[in-house]
């Protein structure tokens, strides 16, 4: 496939456009558009120079990205289930199988004009390099404790 970094990011963009935890950030001002589009440039790099990430870890960087970027925790499961459709289609664009992309990415929502800009993207980050870590280990060690209809969600990262 060839271009498969550019075709990566245009799955990336529908992607994240379609993602309403960023676009909730952004509209209640936690963090710049700018920021939300640099973020999908910024993600495709981070998952073209790691090797073999996993959907853990690369939901991880997800967060990390929104809580230092947006100052948004997520609480949700956005993070891994963006992750694992990243995933999906990088293994699509690694392995060369453009037709079963292709066909995918029409399943997907349409890319939304919030997320879209008229100018070139700038990347303003470095992208980091993923270390393997005891990730499932940290993931095993989240405790949730439901009280009186309230869940309480301790972080899975040390701090």
């Given at each position: 496939m060839s271009?498969?970094k550019?075709?990566?990011?245009?799955?990336?963009q529908?992607?994240?456009?379609?993602?309403?935890a960023?676009k909730?950030?952004?509209?209640?001002?936690?963090?710049?558009?700018?920021?939300?589009?640099?973020?999908?440039?910024?993600m495709t790099?981070?998952?073209?120079?790691?090797?073999?990430?996993?959907s853990?870890?690369?939901?991880?960087?997800l967060?990390?990205?929104?809580?230092?970027?947006?100052?948004?925790?997520?609480?949700?499961?956005?993070a891994?289930q963006v992750?694992e459709?990243?995933l999906?289609?990088?293994?699509?664009?690694?392995?060369?199988?453009?037709?079963?992309?292709v066909?995918?990415i029409e399943k997907?929502?349409?890319?939304?004009?919030w997320?879209?800009?008229?100018e070139?993207?700038r990347r303003?980050?470095?992208?980091?390099?993923?270390?393997n870590d005891?990730?499932?280990?940290?993931?095993?060690?989240?405790?949730?404790?439901?009280?009186?209809?309230w869940t309480?969600v301790?972080?899975?990262?040390?701090?």
């Amino acid at each position: 496939m060839s271009n498969t970094k550019e075709f990566f990011l245009s799955i990336a963009q529908r992607i994240f456009s379609n993602w309403t935890a960023l676009k909730m950030a952004v509209e209640h001002g936690m963090g710049p558009k700018e920021r939300a589009i640099d973020f999908c440039p910024y993600m495709t790099e981070v998952i073209f120079m790691n090797e073999n990430l996993n959907s853990s870890e690369i939901a991880n960087e997800l967060e990390d990205y929104m809580e230092e970027h947006f100052n948004t925790e997520l609480q949700d499961n956005s993070a891994i289930q963006v992750a694992e459709e990243l995933l999906r289609f990088f293994n699509y664009c690694v392995k060369s199988n453009e037709s079963i992309a292709v066909t995918e990415i029409e399943k997907l929502p349409p890319l939304q004009s919030w997320l879209v800009t008229n100018e070139p993207v700038r990347r303003t980050q470095n992208p980091v390099i993923v270390e393997n870590d005891s990730s499932e280990d940290e993931t095993a060690s989240q405790e949730m404790q439901v009280t009186d209809e309230w869940t309480e969600v301790r972080s899975r990262r040390k701090r």
